[in-house]
């Protein structure tokens, strides 16, 4: 696992994920950075799909994106944390790359999934990640790297804090 600062849509990964919402049917943020780059066939695929729960994912190509594939994820909306939201951010990260592996993916890039409009906490959400993350690949060698790609310098502190946290020694 490591940590890059920057826009996800120029990943050169296997698989780049989308923070989406339950239409898949595009948004602002990272969501709506991914659908502008990957051309105007990412959203007519999206509309063949008729939307994804939250914590679920799904998958589709990249279009003019350099990733083959994108996986749309749905984060959950932050309130306060007692409405199951560490679960289901756990499941986005668990689902997203259970359907990469299913595809063949060896890279695979995430944003920080809904750290953004949905206001989940940085340093919290972070943490979900990476630990979820690490846990999924003790059991998934065929998935060789996973880039955080963080939007800002106060992302990546968070996401590296995280990192710093499971690393042995
Ligand atoms: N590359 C990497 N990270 C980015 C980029 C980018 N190009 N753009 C923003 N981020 P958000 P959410 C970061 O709001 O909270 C959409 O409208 C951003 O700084 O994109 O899951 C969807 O359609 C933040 O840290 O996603 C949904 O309606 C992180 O990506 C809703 O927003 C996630 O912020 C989903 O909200």
Known sequence: MTVAEGD???????????????????????????????????????????????????????YRLPAKWVIHTV?????????????????????????GREHGVSTIAFPSISTGAYRFPMDRAARIAVETVAGFLAGAPEIEQVIFVCFGEAAANAYRAALEGITPG
């Open 8 to 62: 996800i849509t120029k990943s050169q990964v296997g698989a780049i994920v989308n923070a989406a919402n339950t239409t898949l049917l595009g948004g602002g943020g990272v969501d709506g950075a991914i659908h502008r780059a990957a051309g105007p066939e990412l959203k007519e695929e999206c509309r063949t799909i008729g939307g994804c729960p939250t914590g679920e994912a799904r998958i589709t190509k990249g």
């Open 75 to 99: 984060g959950p909306v932050w309130s306060g944390g007692g409405r199951g939201e560490d679960g289901l951010l756990a499941s986005c990260y668990r689902n997203s790359l259970a359907l």
